[in-house]
T-cell receptor, first 115, second 113 residues
Framework: AQSVTQPDIHITVSEGASLELRCNYSYGATPYLFWYVQSPGQGLQLLLKYFSGDTLVQGIKGFEAEFKRSQSSFNLRKPSVHWSDAAEYFCAVNPGSSNTGKLIFGQGTTLQVKP | KAGVTQTPRYLIKTRGQQVTLSCSPI?????VSWYQQTPGQGLQFLFEYFSETQRNKGNFPGRFSGRQFSNSRSEMNVSTLELGDSALYLC????????????FGPGTRLTVT
């Protein structure tokens, strides 16, 4: 069965430090991959997506992610974290069917930013 | 362009009651998906509607149902509420192709007592 794993439930980084959030997926083919962010009491906001092509994708708010087929990973990175980045981050997979928008989400990683 | 709206934002119901949640997608979007978010189970797919037809369904009991209207607005209904149905219910809309970005609404917080 398709699945998404975010190994880190909680991460704390200092403001200005770099960030990497891990995501691994289990799927036979190349899926459509997404990263979303959720602030407390809010819905999910799309940060970036990968469908095909360049394996390094740029998103909003200075985030980027790299797709590595050999590792079945799609890790999210940011060079310098801001206090406003504190939120919960979700990696998601659409298995790639053209007739469904169903997303499978990881369990999420909560990011805390220290001043 | 207005985002995805969900009503109501908060709801408190008693066990055994039923509830209807509403979702208005972004203008022009034809697909609406529903997700349940709980601390224990995370984000789980409920169902997806496209052009008034259910296109996909998650692994939830039949107490959970939905529909989509001709204007793409969607409702989901939960009958015979259980305590475990307390959750944040999120609606997402997209143009309709599987790989399209999904835009989420703020959610409806349902509390069952």
């Amino acid at each position: 069965a398709q699945s998404v794993t975010q190994p880190d439930i909680h991460i704390t980084v200092s403001e200005g430090a770099s960030l990497e959030l891990r995501c691994n997926y289990s799927y036979g083919a190349t899926p459509y991959l997404f990263w979303y962010v959720q602030s407390p009491g809010q819905g999910l906001q799309l940060l970036l997506k990968y469908f095909s092509g360049d394996t390094l994708v740029q998103g909003i708010k200075g985030f980027e992610a790299e797709f590595k087929r050999s590792q079945s990973s799609f890790n999210l990175r940011k060079p310098s974290v801001h206090w406003s980045d504190a939120a919960e981050y979700f990696c998601a997979v659409n298995p790639g069917s053209s007739n469904t928008g169903k997303l499978i989400f990881g369990q999420g990683t909560t990011l805390q930013v220290k001043p | 362009k207005a985002g995805v709206t969900q009503t109501p934002r908060y709801l408190i119901k008693t066990r055994g009651q039923q509830v209807t949640l509403s979702c208005s997608p972004i203008s022009g979007h034809r697909s609406v998906s529903w997700y349940q978010q709980t601390p224990g189970q995370g984000l789980q797919f409920l169902f997806e509607y496209f052009s008034e037809t259910q296109r996909n369904k998650g692994n939830f009991p039949g107490r959970f149902s939905g529909r989509q209207f001709s204007n793409s607005r969607s409702e989901m209904n939960v009958s015979t509420l259980e305590l475990g149905d307390s959750a944040l219910y999120l609606c997402a809309s997209s143009l309709g192709q599987g790989h399209d970005e999904q835009y989420f609404g703020p959610g409806t917080r349902l509390t069952v007592t």
